[in-house]
């Protein structure tokens, strides 16, 4: 046989597979989202997602230390009020659960990166990420009530905020009104290229979230669309976002490509609650190896062109990366 090239020459060990590898992550890639709440003294599973929690801030230490003793840096705060009417206003209030962590892992996690989402679905009595006019979303008064909100976060500890509303103008509000405020050193990650997408179902139970009627699709974006989502990054680029998330993840691999050869800021991919599910309701029958499924997902978003992940398997992926079995 006369082959000179001979792809399978740098496939012989795992040494030189690693030698070899183009994709490289590191933990500090990676971000957790964490569901804190109002009231005291409660841990809950969150039902649809094994292995996931609803915790009172004064138990959210418990996860705050499994994840500083893994080796996660960030994470990525979601509140559950025990009130909500129609504009959302526990969003903003100072005592809120997202606001009373921040205090809290502040002062007692000094390394932790705590960001937080931004939005008003889980604080409105209606479940729509934005205040109403008769059945629709009003885009420009939302805007205020997220600004609002951020800035509430802001000063109650975050070091930078990441709306996921998809209103139009919301990363410019956001940041005017962080800058007039003087934090014009808070760096602002858009969940910008964001779908309407049913592998949102098991979050929407954790934070109780899910609309009252109708869907999201006036705001979220239609998932057969791909230059959309590139018009939609560059918008928030100039609007002044600092970092550009596309979620879901997995099914959305040819936007993060898309979008990270558009723009040159840091991009994250967010895998979200649908995608977690999936995997521990097949592992948990026996139909597919967890562990590896997790590292194949995450590897793929990197090498979509991910520059950060944010998964529920944050830990399980440090300890994964620690061992050697991806990187
Ligand atoms: C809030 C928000 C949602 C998610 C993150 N922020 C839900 C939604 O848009 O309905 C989804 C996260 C997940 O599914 O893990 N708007």
Request: glycine fraction near 8%.
């Amino acid at each position: 046989m006369e082959l000179t090239v001979r792809p399978r020459r740098l496939r012989g060990s795992e040494a030189l597979r690693k030698i070899v590898r183009e994709t490289r992550m590191d933990k500090s890639a990676l971000i957790y989202p964490l569901f804190v709440m109002d009231g005291t003294n409660q841990v809950e599973e969150i039902p649809s997602m094994p292995g996931q929690y609803r915790y009172t801030v004064d138990r959210v230490d418990e996860e705050l230390d499994r994840l500083t003793e893994a080796g996660v840096g960030s994470v990525l705060l979601f509140g559950i009020p025990e009130v909500k009417d129609e504009i959302g206003s526990s969003a903003w209030a100072e005592d809120g659960a997202v606001q009373r962590t921040l205090r809290k892992a502040k002062a007692k996690y000094p390394g932790l990166f705590l960001i937080t989402d931004v939005c008003m679905c889980e604080y409105t009595s209606h479940g729509h990420c934005g205040v109403l006019c008769g059945q629709e979303v009003d885009n420009d008064a939302t805007l205020e009530l997220l600004a609002r909100e951020a800035l509430s976060h802001v000063r109650a500890g975050a070091d930078m905020v990441a709306p996921s509303d998809m209103m139009d103008g919301r990363v410019r509000a956001i940041r005017e009104t962080l800058d007039a405020a003087g934090f014009t050193g808070t760096p602002i990650m858009s969940y910008a290229v964001k779908y309407a997408s049913a592998f949102y179902g098991p979050f929407r139970e954790a934070a109780d979230s899910a609309p009252s009627f109708g869907d999201r699709k006036s705001y979220q974006m239609d998932f057969h669309n791909r230059r959309e989502g590139v018009k939609e990054a560059l918008l928030d680029a100039e609007e002044g976002a600092d970092i550009l998330m596309v979620k879901p993840a997995m099914s959305y691999l040819d936007i993060v490509r898309e979008v990270k050869d558009a723009t040159n800021l840091p991009l994250a991919t967010y895998s979200v609650s649908g995608e977690y599910a999936m995997v521990k309701a097949a592992a948990s029958r026996g139909w597919i190896d967890e562990d590896r499924i997790v590292c194949e997902m995450a590897v793929s978003a990197f090498r979509a062109g991910a520059d950060l992940y944010i998964t529920y398997f944050a830990k399980e992926l440090a300890k994964f990366m620690q061992e050697g079995r991806i990187g």
